[in-house]
Nanobody
Framework: QVQLVESGGGLVQAGGSLRLSCAASGRTFTNYAMGWFRQAPGNEREFVAAISSSGDSTYYADGVKGRFTISRDNAKNTVYLVMNTLKPEDTAVYYC?????????????????????WGQGTQVTVSS
């Protein structure tokens, strides 16, 4: 099992940028795809982005495509989400997630039940 800790959230004006980091512990980190989800009050948790175990493949939700970039540094056991041109509708708690072992062959993993490890979340607030 992978333990995940997010950081990098904060308050930013519309049009600005933030970089979120997700630090993972566990020797099997490189075996798992990783993802970012977000949840705003009153809304369902929604998929944001996913990256394959090697980092060779990425997948993005339509609403963030072209603005957000997911990456990983397996040597540092860290996953990143660079968010550019932020909009107020991006305001949410952002969660890092590790792919569930039983879903390792599925691509892209874009639903919550395909992930088995979750971070505590980091708040991103975009003001207008």
């Amino acid at each position: 099992q992978v333990q995940l800790v997010e950081s990098g959230g904060g308050l930013v004006q519309a049009g600005g940028s933030l970089r979120l980091s997700c630090a993972a512990s566990g020797r099997t980190f490189t075996n798992y795809a990783m993802g970012w989800f977000r949840q705003a009050p009153g809304n369902e948790r929604e998929f944001v982005a996913a990256i394959s175990s090697s980092g060779d493949s990425t997948y993005y939700a339509d609403g963030v495509k072209g603005r957000f970039t997911i990456s990983r540094d397996n040597a540092k056991n860290t996953v990143y989400l660079v968010m550019n041109t932020l909009k107020p509708e991006d305001t949410a708690v952002y969660y890092c997630a590790g792919q569930h072992m039983v879903a390792l062959s599925r691509w892209p993993p874009r639903t919550s039940d395909e992930y088995g490890s979750w971070g505590q979340g980091t708040q991103v607030t975009v003001s207008s």
